[in-house]
């Protein structure tokens, strides 16, 4: 049985979550700390350090990802892991990811204050690269473990200055012995926070997560022509520029189409070689799509490339598109969501189910081994902003729901 009355210590997890946001802080209060750069270094090694002082063996596998091992009474027993990523985006919160490990952390610091030893072994995982911002491919840690992502084309990847993650491993001293591919394990579970706003709205502090939507996300390059601002008439132009702000507005609309449950972003968009008087020649942006149903992104993936390819041609420019990433929807395991539901309950914890909007590594782990989350609310359903911020009551509330979930199915 896990014990309601084995508490775990809110202010010690609140005060290791602001120790993590020191690393990388931003002075607008979130942080920095992109995947394989040397602040990802650093909060790797905060976070090695408080692993190693608790007596866990920390192994570090070939993409990167941290394991760090309690061991249980039952040496047969296969491992309940539990975890979530330390890197953030550019202009990322202090709570995104970091909440998943630092609870994770919380939960073997109490077993260990507690001494208590679980019949099953547990494992506490920092995932490489869940936000995808740096490489243009996000869950690259969980995917490549999970078998979905080959570890050699996660290697080539490069970002914006042409730095590979095969180098930046090696910069940063994380590419690990071990290989990077799933090993027998029993479950998974990640805390993370919604990122949005039904909890709050709501006023329930644990959201029990049934699965996760579906997602497809692409590179595009419209090709047109630089030209002079002053001499170029319009039949003569190739505005890349207005080709793309075409291809924004398609993506608005085809989100807007598909309702509230519609996703559509360019997050990402460059002029190639900027000037206040060129006809931009060359433009670079990013798309994305999410919906919590297949039919709608298959749909959408089968349209949009030649919707986008039509209303560029139409401005004498040419659309190259890249589908990067697709993942299809998820449901979580049903026993797995249970033991986070009764957790709730037990807790007199105000909870609902709720589908996740966001990607996590949860999505990729879930095809090898039962997995669940729980979720938490924050201010305003903000993230993926500096300004993200939670209280630490529901960060304690959230780590609680964890504790009890992990400690019950690894002493089934
Ligand atoms: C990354 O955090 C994502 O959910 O896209
Ligand atoms: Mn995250
Ligand atoms: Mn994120
Ligand atoms: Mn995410």
Not at 91 to 116: C, P, Q, S, W, Y
Not at 299 to 317: D, K, M, N, Y
Request: charged share 25%; glycine share 10%; with cysteine.
């Amino acid at each position: 049985m896990s014990g309601t009355n084995q508490r775990i210590d809110g202010k010690r997890l609140w005060d290791s979550l602001m120790a993590m946001a020191e690393i990388g802080a931003t002075p607008k209060g979130g942080v920095k700390r992109l995947t394989l750069s040397d602040v990802d270094r650093q909060g790797r090694d905060r976070f090695k350090g408080w692993c190693e002082a608790l007596g866990l063996t920390v192994r570090v596998d070939a993409i990167g990802n941290m394991f760090a091992r309690r061991e249980g009474r039952d040496p047969k027993r296969l491992p309940v892991l539990m975890g979530s990523h330390l890197d953030s985006q550019p202009t990322g919160g202090k709570f995104d990811g970091a909440l998943g490990v630092i609870a994770g952390l919380e939960v073997m610091r109490t077993l260990h204050d507690l001494n208590i030893t679980t019949e099953a072994p547990i494992e506490l995982v920092n995932w490489t690269d869940e936000e995808g911002s740096r490489f243009g491919h996000s869950l690259m840690g969980s995917g490549t473990w999970a078998g979905i992502y080959p570890l050699e084309k996660a290697y080539g990847l490069r970002d914006v200055d042409g730095v590979s993650v095969s180098e930046a491993l090696d910069t940063i001293g994380y590419k690990g012995a071990h290989a990077a591919k799933p090993f027998p394990a029993d479950a998974y579970f990640e805390l993370h926070i919604e990122q949005g706003p039904i909890l709050e709205r709501e006023e329930k502090r644990i959201g029990v997560v049934t699965g996760a939507q579906a997602q497809v996300w692409y590179d595009a390059v419209i090709v047109g022509q630089d030209s002079h601002a002053g001499t170029t008439p319009p039949s003569a132009r190739k505005d890349a520029l207005v080709a793309a702000a075409r291809v924004v507005t398609l993506v608005d609309q085809l989100m807007r189409a598909r309702g509230e449950d519609g996703r559509g972003t360019v997050g990402f968009l460059q002029i190639a070689s900027p000037s206040r008087n060129v006809v931009p020649g060359e433009v670079r942006f990013s798309v994305e799509f999410r919906h919590p149903s297949d039919e709608q992104i298959l749909g959408l993936a089968a349209s949009f490339p030649e919707q986008a390819a039509r209303l560029v041609a139409e401005t004498g420019c040419r659309l190259e598109l890249t589908e990067l990433f697709r993942i299809p929807a998820q449901p979580f395991d049903p026993s797995c969501v249970d033991l986070v539901r009764q957790a709730a309950r037990r807790l007199n914890l105000p909870a609902r189910e709720i589908i996740s909007g966001a990607g996590h590594d949860a999505v990729y782990v879930a095809r090898s081994i039962p997995t669940a989350m729980i979720f938490t609310p924050c201010k305003d359903g903000l993230s993926h902003n500096e300004a993200e911020s939670i209280l630490p009551e529901e960060a304690a509330d959230g780590c609680q729901v964890l504790f009890e979930a992990v400690v019950a199915r690894a002493n089934r």
